[in-house]
């Protein structure tokens, strides 16, 4: 299974690391902990794509 960091998905998402957190703690987001850090699943990047169409960079036409 493919993890990705808060840095990474906020990245992507084109979001702040504050708004991936809070999305995390409120289980919005699927992510687990290791060693301290939150790591994002694959399924969770997954599904944030299909609901929101902005991520990595495309635009509603």
């Known amino acids: ?6 840095k990474e998905f906020a990245e992507m998402a ?4 504050k708004t991936v957190t ?3 703690k409120t289980g919005d987001l699927e992510a ?5 850090q939150w790591r994002i699943t694959e399924t969770a990047v997954q599904s ?5 169409s ?3 960079g495309r635009e509603n036409d």
């Open 22 to 24: 809070r999305y995390i």
């Open 1 to 6: 299974m493919l993890f990705y960091t808060v």
């Open 48 to 52: 944030y794509i299909k609901n929101n």
């Open 32 to 36: 687990v902990k290791f060693g301290g």
């Open 14 to 17: 084109k979001i702040s690391e």
């Open 54 to 56: 902005n991520i990595g």
